[in-house]
């Protein structure tokens, strides 16, 4: 009989994917093996996720297109991981794969494919996440809850347990939004994923009900979030300067709905090495030099200060860049004591927030 292969060139309609050719080689129906070679031109990592469906052969009676279980695996010219039975990463570029289908007997005609695109979350509104990927998709919490989605929408109201991953019909592993807060804003320009560098924690962002505006989060590994950009709301601001949003503690500016000020142990403990080393923080959250906002006027000196709003006497402490053991507040804070400091009786900051989910 005629045995017939397939291959597929993958290209998505998005630069998260791809390019990916998976070029037929051979099949050895005693061992149930089939060998191709897989390359892609362009990728947003260094690895393609490969999966196979196979079609077995009766006579002249075929049957339907059925996902593949492979194992085991092995690579020529690079090496793979993550294989869950479905599919499996492949590196090197080009490679060529061997894959094992345990699933079938006899003939089969059979497909392969290749994409470095994994299902997420495409964007949330209302309530509501937008998936990406081939569905059904199941989702995992970190427990080992299990939630089935047949569609590419799903509520965050129906969700019984926290989701930490996500496969499709791919059988490709993805992640969930760990953040999941109400007030979540998610799309193209603002996704909700892993970092690819530094900690490689996790990165979001928020909407603040009050004005709208769009703060980037960061997750720390006591899986407390942190914003990652200064408050800028009008409501409470004392003044602007270089840009930046200066509030009076007194004036008791608040932070978004469900949001806090951090403890000054807090920040102590976020950035051990003081507020200073935060400047290379691998989490992504760094309170980063800028110009203060002293007595009603901004001060010369913009390059020497970092500034924290933090709970505490004036809820306003700064320290010198220059003398990282000095800590200067709206009072003055001396072994931990609250006293007022002549020279700095109306001192204001700029602000960040934490949560705890």
Known sequence: MKKTLFFFALLAGATAFAQATVTPISVNYDNQQVTFGIAWTTSASNRVWVWVDFCSVTGTTLSTFTPATISPVSVTGGSYDGQNGRGFYVYGNPTTVTATLSNTTGKFNWCAYGSDYPPNIGDYNNGIYTLRGTPPFTLKGASGETSIVSGTTLTQSSLTFTP???????????????????????????PCQQRASGAKNWEAYIKDSR????????QFSDNSWWMAEDLNIYQNVIGICSGKHFYRSNNNTVCPPGWLLPTFNEVVTRWPGGINGAMSDIYGGAWEIGSCYDNGCCNVNVANRIDIAILGCLNIMFSDVNNPTVWYWGYYNYNYACAPHPAHTDIAGR?????QL
């Open 211 to 218: 004005d709208d505006l769009i703060y980037r989060i960061v």
């Open 164 to 190: 930490i991953t996500m496969t499709d019909a791919t059988g490709c592993p993805g992640y969930f939004c760990k953040y999941v807060g109400m007030d979540l804003h998610m799309n193209a320009s603002y």
């Open 351 to 355: 602000v960040r927030c934490t949560r």
